[in-house]
């Protein structure tokens, strides 16, 4: 099992922006020192909490800085922007990673953004599938390209100098494209199928509950199967929030305060999807009522937190619930106490990923 990073980052609205961006860095550079394998950056435009509006500029901020980890974006939500411009500054990116990149879609989630780009009573699945499609074209094709979709166009016919090169849009270092990544939000998504069947791999959200974690293995093995090739769990990637501390009483502080980073992160998820109507994803089962879901359920059954070695067995425990997967992406969270941050990923790459390994390398010889 690997060891990734993923930020949705949610701060206190109060904490000046300047110093959540620094510590967002700090996070990915730290992460990029101990082994992380990956690092993956959300981005929103319209929500104070929400500190990152461009993945594509934060990750450019983060390249230099690191080493060894790729960074990716996770997700970068293609209804808000025109093809040709992702395109483009994707195809830059991954060129001033030198190939050290993932590229992470999705539709968007939240809805102010949609409504700030008019995409609010939008099809956003149908405006991603374009999107994705005219990108995946850009790169393979030659200019003018003269794509024409429903809700963009490309074309550079009327003004292409080939000549002196005016026309053409970059394509990125990997070939045909870096690997693309897609965030599962629902359970049993058919999104997930749609995307193994292109090729895709997929990320679940460390906000949804085991039993819809579970589900999205089966649909990924149908899309597999549909383009004949194999379903390897290696290309399963699945977020957590996770806490560790050197001793059970930090921990459970910290990951239990009512007015810490990790409460407050579910109280903003869970306020935004029952406003949104999608509070079903915080459910045990599907005709479970509204009111039994509850903020404090919500975080007794999606915080991992403790020490080493009880963070180890549960975390051991979330993948016999499961299945096998490829890749526990750490979700980040503000660093509302920087030292306990930064030990809280230290401890999980020096002392819990071994545990794991060692467990999981029993199971796989049958010991």
């Not at 808000?80 to 190939?99: E, K, R, V, W």
């Not at 039994?292 to 080493?308: A, R």
Request: include cysteine; hydrophobic fraction near 40%.
């Amino acid at each position: 099992m690997k060891l990734g990073f993923f930020t949705m980052p949610m701060h206190p609205i109060e904490k000046d922006w300047r110093q959540t961006l620094r510590e967002d860095r700090e996070a990915f550079i730290l992460a990029d020192e101990l082994g992380f394998t990956e690092g993956l950056s959300g981005e929103h435009v319209t929500d104070k909490a929400e500190n990152i509006t461009s993945c594509i500029a934060f990750l450019a901020w983060v390249a230099s800085a690191t080493r060894t980890m790729k960074l990716g974006t996770g997700t970068l939500n293609l209804p808000n922007l025109h093809p040709a411009t992702t395109a483009a500054q994707i195809a830059m990116l991954d060129h001033m990673l030198d190939g050290r990149f993932v590229f992470g879609i999705s539709p968007g989630g939240l809805l102010s953004d949609a409504e700030l780009y008019g995409n609010l009573d939008a099809d956003r699945n149908e405006m991603f599938v374009e999107s994705i499609d005219a990108i995946l074209a850009i790169w393979s094709g030659e200019p003018p390209y003269n794509i024409k979709g429903k809700y963009w166009s490309v074309s550079t016919e009327r003004t292409m100098m080939p000549e002196i090169g005016q026309g053409y849009l970059p394509r990125p270092l990997q070939h045909p494209h870096p690997p693309i990544i897609v965030t599962a939000v629902a359970p049993f998504s058919r999104g997930v199928t749609e995307a193994a069947a292109r090729g895709w791999d997929p990320i679940s959200a460390n906000f949804l509950m085991p039993q819809w974690v579970r589900s999205h293995w089966p649909k990924y093995v149908e899309g597999c199967e549909r383009a004949g090739r194999p379903a390897d769990p290696a290309n399963w990637r699945v977020a957590k929030s996770i806490f560790v501390a050197n001793d059970a009483a930090t921990a459970k502080a910290y990951a239990t305060d009512p007015n810490g980073p990790y409460v407050s992160y579910y109280r903003s998820l869970f306020t935004k999807l029952k406003k949104g109507g999608r509070i079903g994803l915080f459910k045990a089962h599907r005709d479970q009522p509204d009111d039994e879901v509850t903020l404090e359920k919500v975080c007794n059954n999606l915080i991992v937190y403790g020490t080493p070695d009880k963070v180890a067995d549960e975390l051991l425990a979330f993948r016999e619930q499961i299945g096998e997967f490829g890749t526990l992406l750490y979700a980040g969270k503000d660093w509302q106490d920087r030292e306990l941050g930064r030990r809280s990923m230290i401890l999980l790459a020096e002392k819990v990923m071994p545990q794991l390994h060692a467990a999981t390398a029993k199971t796989e010889v049958g010991l």
